[in-house]
């Protein structure tokens, strides 16, 4: 398993403002993952983050509104640019540990956006 | 394109009753399927998985999951519900069955509450 955290666990911001998200997790892993849970609702993939290389997005998600970092392989961060109030969701990070391909689960961090 | 789909967005049943949350997939490979639960305010926890070997998968705090593939359902028991068990489940499917390169798809979510 992966023990996964997250920074902060929530925020509030204004329109127009950005913020960067932080999951660190206890282990190195290969794959992680950046999700957004409106409210309400299910989780949609954002991203996909592999150190090394460029984050690879789903669609209707792009690189200068979500830009991700990956600097090693236990750290990344997705940051929220340019935020309006439907950017107002839990953001999630997850990662793929063992030899299982489980996905594990941060605690997620509550965006509301003003 | 592999999917799930939930159906019931919200059951409610009462303590000690059986539940049955309903899950339906669709895969044009063999399926690698899970079930989580979120809490309130809380993330995600794994609470089982199907990856091609028993077809009846036991997960954490007696729920368990019967694979039917000619039924093509995953649908998610539990013998007595506990009020703890209130919560949102959601039934995934890995996008490319059991892979390292996989990433896992979400469905809509349901919610089951606990009648005392």
């Known amino acids: 398993s992966a023990v996964i955290s997250q920074k902060p666990s929530r925020d509030i911001c204004q329109r127009g403002t950005s913020l960067t998200i932080q999951c660190q997790v206890d282990s190195q892993v290969t794959m992680m993952f950046w999700y957004r849970q409106q409210p309400g609702q299910s989780l949609t993939l954002i991203a996909t983050a592999n150190q090394g290389s460029e984050a690879t997005y789903e669609s209707g998600f792009v690189i200068d509104k979500f830009p991700i970092s990956r600097p090693n392989l236990t750290f990344s961060t997705l940051t929220v640019s340019n935020m309006s109030p439907e950017d107002s969701s839990i953001y999630l990070c997850s990662v793929r540990a063992g030899a299982t391909y489980e996905q594990y689960f941060g605690p997620g961090t509550r965006l509301t956006v003003t | 394109a592999q999917s799930v789909t939930q159906l019931g967005s919200h059951v409610s049943v009462s303590e000690g009753a059986l539940v049955l949350l309903r899950c339906n997939y669709s895969s044009s490979v063999p399926p690698y399927l899970f079930w989580y639960v979120q809490y309130p305010n809380q993330g995600l926890q794994l609470l089982l998985k199907?990856?091609?070997?028993?077809?009846l998968v036991k997960g954490i705090n007696g729920f368990e999951a019967e694979f039917k593939k000619s039924e093509t359902s995953f649908h998610l028991t539990k013998p007595s519900a506990h009020m703890s068990d209130a919560a949102e489940y959601f039934c995934a499917v890995s996008d490319r069955g059991y892979s390292s390169a996989s990433k896992i798809i979400f469905g809509s979510g349901t919610r089951l509450s606990i009648r005392p």
């Open positions: 199907y990856t091609s070997a028993a077809t």
